[in-house]
């Protein structure tokens, strides 16, 4: 299903930082987000996700296939969001870590199934039990991914996900999670300030400009990723 915003603004005090926007992401493709510090990608992602509070003041509404969320709390509204930290919690294994993001409609033995299947997928065989403080970078990215996508959402928002991964980690981390994504056929919408990302991700690419105006640029669409190689 698609992701929809129609007519969505944000601003703080007098200060617009997105206009009256109307997007619609496809299922499978990825809208890249990209702007100077401070005009409003992230600020728009939380809005998106349902976590935006004051100072800002937002407008429209968003849409996921034919349920409008936009009044819904986080929790009801099915979008999984991956930021530049990894938010894994220290005191789960990593097991209890991707477990976290099951739906409580899952039980028992289905539990454990559904997660080692996560973790053969992601070459993390055998690491259900294991302490996240001994995993590395790629592992612990992977780890937070597979929460996300055993969440089950409707959506994916990647914040500046890549951000803190060297540059071969960041190339096989951010293939993983376009596949993935794609596999799932999830509307994706990426928030970065690197180029490299914008052209991994192959698609359409919204600026958000601190004049307050947001330009949706084509490119020659999503690219063709299939299955790609596992990041250490």
Do not use: W
């Not at 220290?90 to 209890?96: A, E, I, N, Q, R």
């Not at 293939?175 to 509307?187: H, K, Q």
């Not at 947001?214 to 690219?223: N, Y």
């Amino acid at each position: 299903m698609a992701l929809q915003l129609s007519k969505v603004s944000i601003r703080i005090g007098e200060q617009v930082l997105v206009p009256a926007l109307d997007l619609t992401v496809s299922p499978g493709e990825i809208v890249t987000i990209m702007g100077p510090s401070g005009s409003g990608k992230s600020t728009l992602l939380a809005y998106i996700g349902g976590t935006l509070g004051p100072p800002f003041e937002a407008a429209g509404r968003v849409f996921c296939g034919d349920r409008d969320i936009t009044a819904l709390p986080p929790e009801r509204r099915r979008i999984g969001m991956l930021f530049q930290d990894d938010l894994l919690f220290p005191h789960l294994s990593v097991g209890g870590n991707i477990a976290f993001g099951l739906p409580s409609s899952i039980h028992g033995g289905q539990r454990r199934e559904r997660i080692d299947e996560a973790l053969v997928d992601s070459g993390l065989a055998g690491f259900a039990d294991r302490d996240p403080a001994g995993l590395s970078g790629g592992q612990r990215a992977r780890v937070a991914l597979l929460r996300t996508l055993l969440s089950e959402p409707e959506a994916l928002l990647l914040d500046e996900p890549f951000g803190k991964l060297d540059t071969t980690l960041r190339e096989g981390f951010r293939r993983f999670v376009f596949s993935r994504a794609e596999a799932r056929a999830l509307p994706v919408l990426l928030v970065t300030h690197d180029r490299s990302d914008a052209a991994a991700a192959g698609g359409r690419i919204l600026e958000i400009r601190q004049s307050g105006q947001a330009v949706v640029s084509e490119t020659d669409g999503p690219k063709e990723r299939g299955r790609e190689p596992i990041p250490s």
